[in-house]
């Protein structure tokens, strides 16, 4: 419902005329409802009933129901309906209902429940697409539907055509000013003054026994019943729940979001790429399935290594998600050591609860728990574990896997970011993460211990060489990467290690040059820039953790790393991560981020490159990558 008009706003912005047309066509008026939407489906293929939550496009996922076990009631219920009943169910058809896990649902306290927790709202008839076709609207047919279904009837206030009496009493509502109806249903009942207009014989609101008792509101669906797509839906909300609404929400943004569990999340995602992917089982027939086989075996082989870094840490989660119907389903997680270790203590239960999230879908935007800068970097691993647990089982053995490197040349030659994640906003539907709610505290973050990689178990020198840190895609590297080079040159004297972070090629059009182009230029610039420049690497990586550890391991010190604005909060947090958790032996003193200036765009020099604007190029890349020029341009997608 949240993407419903108001009948307040609609008569305030297209005027009285507008309004009065509405009054003049069929309405049904129902209860606005305080619970959680849900909704079910049969397959039109199969037959099977498919679930839905306030989101009406995807089904509610074994994952879904595995995070917490809110929707298991309502679920069991409807798979349980007798044979017969379930008959009757027309494939296609969206039933929609509100569920009341119990009386004090989200913000309103009821006097009772409904019938077996669900109220019956809609029924829509669906096309081949999915698209709404009819809806039934009918108070007798509705009420036969839930009879079938043994749910509550369909919380209808009004059918039928507006008496001119209800019409004035509706718009003396609307041509009162926000202000004056706050103070006047501060002390009279909104429930009362609007139900006795619109139906003077009901004595009682749809869960509550009197009408002195709140409601959130009302919602009107005008129009013909049969011409789905001439309906006009607005609601009117009683302005104290309105003004109660808009302060918590204020409270809510104000509040800021911990960096603790984007520190964990970075930890995690260390975790994976140090292991390698080849290091997690998988099991299962299904995608979901095995998803959750796959996070299963990071959680139990992380715990077995980090138990004692994260037992006993206080989430601090909201004291709704602390009920029972917001925690973990055990009974749809198969692996013994998760289950051991989430009924050990309540943070792994949270923890595991994060990383079964955090991994599953692409994300679109960052959030209090990703940040802007974090995002590419947690997606490209999104991509790697999808395609990983989608592979055969019976392809799944060593010689296919032989190194996380190999994994990524054979696998995922291109990185491609067209499928989204559908983020929910409500409450209720996404507990553990939506909401910046969580102020996590954390004192100290122990050691943690690693297999190293092959690459990284090469003798240190005694003395290891100093140098700041310049991270990128350098696609290409251009004036601007060279002028950061020297601002870091500018506090500490020090010359400059460029770490190239590929992951392959991108179907954006983002990183074009491939590794061979890379290493041509990169090779060049560090030659003809040797007091600013030392050397280089290519990785398949940005993650400030595994490319620090990398550097020490071929005998570096790493004092600053550079970033511009854009990027600031991704490698501060992992910056924090990496001090706190003593990933790093010896780190020196002054190791940390040095914000610099953004000189020059590379997408901007890719813009020239796709132009052939070759003068314009020569202001912004160096000499040697200039050279390069003709090849550069013909790997620019025209």
């Known amino acids: 419902m949240a993407g419903i008009n108001h009948l307040y706003d609609l008569y305030n912005k297209k005027g009285a005329d507008f309004v009065n047309q509405l009054f003049n066509q069929y309405v049904t008026i129902n209860e606005k409802m305080d619970g959680s939407a849900f909704s079910f489906e049969r397959d039109k293929e199969t037959g099977k009933f498919k679930f839905y939550r306030r989101d009406q496009r995807n089904p509610i996922t074994l ?7 809110y929707y298991e009631k309502p679920i069991q219920y409807i798979e349980s309906l007798p044979p017969h009943v379930i008959q009757k169910i027309p494939r296609g058809w969206r039933f929609g209902l509100e569920y009341f896990a119990n009386t004090n649902p989200v913000e309103i306290v009821y ?15 669906l096309d081949d697409a999915g698209k709404i076709v009819k809806t039934v609207q009918k108070k007798t047919s509705l009420d036969e539907w839930a009879d079938l279904l043994g749910v509550e009837h369909s919380p209808i206030i009004f059918q039928g055509k507006l008496d001119e009496d209800q019409k004035s009493q509706i718009l003396e509502f609307l041509n009162t000013p926000f202000k004056k109806l706050v103070e006047r249903f501060s002390t009279q009942s909104f ?14 609101s749809a869960l509550n026994e009197d009408l002195d008792k709140e409601v959130e509101g009302i919602v009107f669906r005008f129009g013909d019943p049969n011409k789905e797509n001439e309906t006009v839906l607005a609601k009117m909300v009683d302005p104290i729940f309105t003004e109660i609404a808009k302060q918590k929400s204020s409270d809510q943004r104000e509040k800021k979001p911990s960096d603790f569990l984007g520190i964990t999340l970075l930890d995690v995602m260390n975790f994976i790429l140090e292991k390698g992917l080849k290091n ?9 399935g095995r998803y959750i086989s796959f996070i299963s075996d990071v959680f139990a082989k992380f715990l077995d290594e980090n138990k004692e870094k994260y037992k006993g840490t206080d989430f601090e989660e909201p004291s709704y998600l602390k009920k029972d119907e917001f925690r973990l389903n055990k009974n749809l997680i198969s692996d013994r050591r998760v289950l051991k270790y989430v009924e050990e203590d309540d943070s792994f239960e949270s923890l595991y609860k994060l990383i079964l999230n955090s991994f599953r879908k692409i994300k679109t935007r960052s959030s209090g728990i990703v940040t802007s800068g974090m995002i590419e970097q947690l997606n490209l691993l999104i991509q790697d574990i999808k395609d990983y647990i989608k592979k055969e089982k019976s392809k799944v053995n060593e010689s296919d896997f032989i190194s996380f490197s190999d994994f990524k040349k054979e696998f995922i030659p291109n990185v491609d970011y067209i499928q989204e994640e559908n983020e929910e906003t409500e409450r209720s539907e996404n507990p553990f993460f939506s909401y910046d709610e969580f102020i996590s505290k954390l004192e100290t973050i122990d050691s943690q211990t690693s297999d190293e990689n092959d690459s990284l178990t090469e003798k240190v020198p005694v003395d290891p060489k100093s140098v700041n840190v310049l991270i990128g895609k350098f696609q290409p590297f251009h004036l601007g990467h060279l002028k950061m080079a020297k601002k870091l040159k500018e506090k500490n004297n020090l010359p400059s290690f460029v770490v190239v972070v590929y992951p392959g090629h991108n179907k954006s059009g983002k990183s074009p040059f491939n590794e061979k182009i890379i290493k041509q230029y990169m090779e060049a610039v560090i030659k003809d820039n040797p007091d600013d420049l030392v050397d280089y690497i290519i990785v398949d990586r ?6 620090i550890n990398k550097l020490v391991g071929m005998g570096l ?4 790393i550079a970033s511009g604005d854009d990027r600031k909060d991704y490698y501060e947090k992992q910056i924090e991560y990496i001090k706190r958790s003593d990933l790093i032996d010896n780190l020196p003193k002054d190791f940390g981020l040095e914000v610099t200036p953004r000189f020059t765009s590379a997408t ?3 813009d020239k490159l796709k132009n052939e604007d070759f003068a314009s190029l020569k202001k912004l890349l160096p000499k040697s990558v200039l050279n390069l020029y003709t090849l550069l341009s013909v790997e620019i997608p025209k």
């Open 542 to 547: 940005g993650l400030v953790g595994s490319i």
């Open 604 to 606: 901007e020099v890719r």
């Open 280 to 288: 997690f089982e998988v099991d299962g027939d299904t995608e979901d």
């Open 111 to 125: 006097d009772r429940l409904p019938k077996n927790h669900l109220i019956l709202s809609y029924v829509h008839q």
């Open 557 to 560: 010190e790493p004092h600053l």
């Open 63 to 69: 994952v879904d129901r595995t995070l917490m076990k």
């Open 191 to 204: 429930v009362r003054y609007i139900i006795s207009t619109l139906n003077p014989e009901l004595s009682k």
